[in-house]
């Protein structure tokens, strides 16, 4: 049991570039996160997804997709990768609202 | 390295001594809350919950108070030790038809020996 596996765990993009976050979870959980953490900030929500085939946008949702094609999995898409777009990014599962969240490991992302 | 948590309000606590921590919460809607530990270079952990028809919940070392009345949350952490130094943030579920799991902004704690 792995619990969130968040792939890749460190990426340098060029402005300009595109590339797809992954995160696994084996936990069977409906609920998907997406979530972005700058320097001095909490974490703030980009997109959610509360069952297969559904997505939903979060606080700060804009220059990102999302999909959920299958539950175990949710990809957060860059079309077009910004300097403003560097940070740390987790990805978290949950049952059913009202349960506690499980978060991966992160994904530190730099956009030069 | 570490670049969380730069900026965040900070408690400096002495080895031993009980910590409190505080968050106010933004969604009156809200009906479960949960208190998430952040360690240098890690995702958060989960550390206690609590939901909106209870005013306390009890964990080992730690105890959550929730007081919707001023939509405020508060972390106490007992006999605190020097693995407790982290980034503490709280999280409210929003019981609207969203569902959306919404952090604070996060407090630091330094634990001094």
């Known amino acids: 049991n792995a619990g969130v596996t968040q792939t890749p765990k460190f990426r340098v993009l060029k402005t300009g570039q595109s590339m797809t976050l992954l995160c696994a979870q084996d936990m069977n959980h409906e609920y998907m996160y997406w979530y972005r953490q700058d320097p001095g900030m909490g974490l703030r929500l980009i997109h959610y997804s509360v069952g297969e085939g559904t997505t939903a946008k979060g606080e700060v949702p804009d220059g990102y997709n999302v999909s959920r094609l299958k539950k175990q999995n949710f990809l957060l898409g860059l079309e077009s990768a910004a300097p403003s777009q560097t940070s740390v990014y987790f990805c978290?599962?949950?049952?059913?609202?009202?349960?506690?969240?499980?978060f991966g490991q992160g994904t530190r992302l730099t956009v030069v | 390295g570490e670049s969380v948590g730069l900026h965040l309000p900070t408690l400096s606590v002495q080895e031993g001594d009980n910590s409190i921590i505080n968050c106010a919460y933004s969604?009156?809607?809200?009906?479960?809350f949960i208190w998430y530990k952040q360690e240098s270079g890690k995702g958060p952990q989960f550390i206690i919950d609590i939901r909106s028809n209870m005013d306390k919940r009890q964990g080992q070392r730690v105890t959550v108070l929730l007081n919707k009345t001023v939509k405020h949350l508060s972390l106490q952490i007992a006999a605190t030790q020097p693995g407790d130094s982290a980034v503490y943030f709280c999280a409210e579920n929003w019981a609207d038809s969203s569902y959306k799991l919404i952090f604070g902004s996060g407090t630091r704690l330094l634990v001094r020996p």
């Open positions: 969604n009156s809607a809200s009906d479960y």
């Open positions: 978290a599962s949950s049952y059913p609202e009202g349960d506690e969240a499980f």
